[in-house]
């Protein structure tokens, strides 16, 4: 029998997989999919508790989830890619421009 | 039938666990991507479990069909190896740490509470099916955040758009 239990302590995994990853990682593309990684362990938890509580927002909400996070990756990857045209690098620690 | 499920669970848990670890740990950016596509498929697995259907493919159509092909886009547009990567530097034990804590912290509150399971379990996919009950939700009761959305997909598009193209031409 799967229980939510079983759910959230997937989630709870993958989103610190994703914490992880964001706070290790110094290549921008790799820091957005770990964000991906996070909005998806959010998904799953909505899912599971819309199906536990046999109510459609869970689901209706992470469809909207879903759109914000392919909202940003296109922005996000747009950005990307406007730095390495300008800084010819991927580095996280080395864009410091803003810095003052 | 339990039984199967709960196995396909475990299975798909492991896919989509063992991509996101390929994500944190591949220095290789195209094979993190592929990494993270079969993460994700693994989730739209875990959603068909759910009987979520129409998320599942909703998943499987965003994430796997768009997202993915313009993560590997825009990874070929620069290189592939991350050229100032230390291997371990400073961040790694304090980042594992913070991680670990906070992984843990859930965990316990996850632990507080025990679900009981199986209280209604397919009530709203009987009849016309998740898609159609989704379609009939959203309408009714979440117009205007669809809506609003819709806009948000519209402002996005324009400024991807504006984004991507060269600089001396519009």
């Given at each position: 029998m799967?229980?939510?239990?079983?759910?959230?302590?997937?989630?709870?995994?993958?989103?610190?997989?994703?914490?992880?990853?964001?706070?290790?990682?110094?290549?921008?593309?790799?820091?957005?999919?770990?964000?991906?990684?996070?909005?998806?362990?959010?998904?799953?938890?909505f899912v599971?508790?819309?199906?536990?509580?046999?109510?459609?927002?869970?689901?209706?909400?992470?469809?909207?989830?879903?759109?914000?996070?392919?909202?940003?990756?296109?922005?996000?990857?747009?950005?990307?890619?406007?730095?390495?045209?300008?800084?010819?690098?991927?580095?996280?620690?080395?864009?410091?421009?803003?810095?003052? | 039938m339990?039984?199967?499920?709960?196995?396909?669970?475990?299975?798909?848990?492991?896919?989509?666990?063992?991509?996101?670890?390929?994500?944190?740990?591949?220095?290789?950016?195209?094979?993190?991507?592929?990494?993270?596509?079969?993460?994700?498929?693994?989730?739209?697995?875990?959603?068909?479990?759910?009987?979520?259907?129409?998320?599942?493919?909703?998943?499987?159509?965003?994430?796997?069909?768009?997202?993915?092909?313009?993560?590997?886009?825009?990874?070929?547009?620069?290189?592939?190896?991350?050229?100032?990567?230390?291997?371990?530097?400073?961040?790694?034990?304090?980042?594992?740490?913070?991680?670990?804590?906070?992984?843990?912290?859930?965990?316990?509150?996850?632990?507080?509470h025990?679900?009981?399971?199986?209280?209604?379990?397919?009530?709203?996919?009987?009849?016309?099916?998740?898609?159609?009950?989704?379609?009939?939700?959203?309408y009714?009761?979440?117009?205007?955040?669809?809506?609003?959305?819709?806009?948000?997909?519209?402002v996005?598009?324009?400024?991807?758009?504006?984004?991507?193209?060269?600089?001396?031409?519009?």
């Amino acid at each position: 029998m799967i229980t939510p239990t079983h759910y959230l302590v997937l989630s709870a995994i993958l989103f610190s997989l994703g914490v992880l990853g964001v706070m290790v990682r110094r290549n921008l593309i790799t820091l957005l999919m770990c964000l991906e990684l996070m909005l998806n362990a959010v998904n799953i938890n909505f899912v599971a508790f819309s199906h536990h509580f046999a109510d459609l927002t869970g689901q209706v909400f992470a469809i909207f989830v879903i759109t914000v996070a392919a909202g940003e990756a296109a922005i996000g990857l747009g950005i990307i890619v406007n730095i390495y045209r300008h800084k010819q690098t991927l580095d996280a620690d080395s864009i410091r421009s803003m810095q003052g | 039938m339990q039984q199967i499920e709960l196995i396909l669970f475990y299975v798909f848990s492991a896919v989509t666990l063992t991509g996101a670890l390929g994500v944190v740990v591949l220095r290789n950016t195209m094979r993190a991507a592929i990494s993270l596509l079969f993460s994700l498929l693994g989730v739209a697995a875990l959603f068909f479990l759910r009987h979520a259907e129409f998320l599942g493919a909703v998943q499987l159509l965003v994430y796997a069909g768009g997202i993915v092909v313009l993560f590997l886009f825009a990874i070929m547009f620069v290189p592939a190896n991350d050229r100032t990567h230390r291997k371990w530097h400073l961040q790694w034990p304090v980042a594992l740490l913070i991680a670990l804590l906070f992984g843990i912290s859930i965990l316990y509150f996850v632990g507080y509470h025990q679900w009981v399971s199986g209280k209604a379990l397919d009530a709203f996919t009987e009849g016309g099916g998740n898609t159609e009950a989704i379609g009939v939700f959203l309408y009714r009761n979440y117009l205007v955040p669809f809506e609003a959305a819709s806009l948000f997909l519209l402002v996005a598009m324009i400024g991807a758009i504006l984004l991507g193209r060269w600089r001396d031409k519009l």
